[in-house]
């Protein structure tokens, strides 16, 4: 038979003599094992009458349920003991500080684009971001890019098959969002863009910001007016900046700016002009009623032009040395 009040007994007197945790441990193994007291009671049962075997099995069970709260509890009384010995024995300072974490800061590139996304949400310029992957209608026909244009070539481009590729600028977005919405229209994105180019001033992703309006009686007074706003805010000063002819298939007409440095030295920022008609009139808008301008310029250009620094590639390198110094 099984005496549950002798054996609770015994194992509560057991359990509350062991001085540490080893001495428990052993304690609980030769009460709870597989080869333990428990288990061979168990295993005794099958050999008991029938009519026996649920009074033993309560008991027993009770018995296991009772002499594990008191191993829990004395396991509990033991560690707060050796908790207590060494903040008795040991000394420390409290007023020392605590170990350093090192912790991590946003990335140049990050902290730019934030910037200029502030900027032009703030002035009303809703933000569309699409795929990096990209189809030849979207990345070149529909932006009036003509077959044998050397943008094509496989020499700048990343393609995938012979109709999608990488996209290789963030105007893509445009026609996609003039196809899919009726003016007028504040549009800009942001994203990263692939060329096959790798020198000081050229990385194979990169990061560009475009951004266009599509309106009644827009023109190119609105434009320059939007860029002085955005280069004396993204710089902090006001900037000599000139509008200098150029030509962009997907404007007209077209124009790149330049910004003169503290060395004097007129450097290419942004090109941009006034939305083509032909981009217009496969959007469906009619190019006699409204009109837009658009702009895009390199996020990694802007960011050297702010820090000062004269290799693109810097950037994404993983030096911590050199992204330690934009920690604020």
Not at 123 to 136: A, M, P, Y
Request: hydrophobic fraction near 40%; include cysteine; aromatic fraction near 14%.
């Amino acid at each position: 038979m099984f005496n549950y009040t002798k054996i609770f007994k015994e194992a509560n007197k057991a359990i509350k003599k062991s001085k540490n945790l080893y001495e428990l441990e052993s304690i609980r193994i030769n009460l709870f094992g597989k080869k333990g007291f428990f288990s061979k009671k168990i295993k005794l049962m099958r050999d008991l009458p029938i009519k026996d075997r649920a009074k033993i099995g309560f008991l027993i069970n009770k018995a296991k349920e009772n002499i594990k709260k008191i191993l829990v509890n004395h396991r509990i009384f033991l560690e707060n003991n050796i908790i207590n010995t060494k903040l008795t024995n040991e000394f420390f300072d409290i007023s020392l500080s605590g170990r350093y974490m090192n912790l991590g800061s946003l990335h140049p590139i990050t902290c730019v684009i934030f910037d200029i996304e502030k900027f032009f949400k703030e002035r009303g310029f809703l933000l569309v971001n699409e795929s990096e992957i990209e189809n030849d209608y979207y990345n070149f026909d529909a932006l009036n890019i003509s077959n044998d244009h050397p943008a094509r070539s496989t020499h700048d481009t990343f393609r995938f098959d012979e109709f999608k590729l990488l996209r290789t600028h963030t105007s893509s977005v445009q026609i996609k969002t003039m196809c899919e919405r009726s003016p007028p229209m504040k549009i800009f994105s942001s994203g990263k863009v692939y060329r096959r180019d790798y020198d000081k001033n050229h990385t194979p992703m990169f990061h560009q910001i475009e951004g266009f309006v599509v309106d009644l009686d827009v023109n190119f007074s609105h434009l320059k007016k939007i860029c002085y706003d955005f280069f004396s805010e993204f710089f902090k000063k006001k900037l000599k900046i000139r509008f200098r002819p150029s030509y962009f298939p997907f404007t007209e007409p077209s124009a790149e700016i330049d910004i003169l440095n503290d060395n004097g030295n007129w450097l290419e920022i942004l090109g941009c002009g006034m939305i083509h008609p032909n981009i217009l009139k496969d959007a469906k808008i009619d190019p006699d009623i409204y009109s837009g301008f658009a702009f895009g310029m390199g996020v990694e250009r802007l960011a050297m032009l702010r820090y000062k620094i004269d290799d693109l590639r810097v950037f994404f390198d993983n030096d911590l040395r050199f992204l330690k110094q934009f920690k604020s």
